[in-house]
């Protein structure tokens, strides 16, 4: 009986230590604009984003795609429209 009793205290101080813990906010320091430029620097160096690049023209070029062929007689203001927004 005593043994489980030391159990269930121990059990329910490491809960309210983890709670605790994991509660508390996490202070993060600010980022100097040399190393933000730094950074900059380098994802562009390695062309990180380009992949990225080419995701509206293809996504407006499928929407165009998508609203010609759901409306063919709009071929002209569907064209101009994405033309001018995207």
Do not use: C, W, Y
């Amino acid at each position: 009986m005593m043994l489980h009793n030391r159990v269930r205290r121990f059990s329910a101080a490491l809960a309210a230590s983890a709670v605790l813990a994991l509660s508390s906010p996490a202070f993060a320091q600010d980022v100097s604009e040399s190393h933000l430029k730094a950074a900059r620097a380098a994802v562009a160096a390695i062309h990180a984003t380009d992949p990225f690049d080419n995701i509206l023209p293809q996504a407006a070029a499928a929407l165009e795609n998508q609203l010609i062929q759901k409306n063919p007689d709009m071929q002209e203001l569907i064209g101009k429209t994405v033309s001018e927004k995207a």
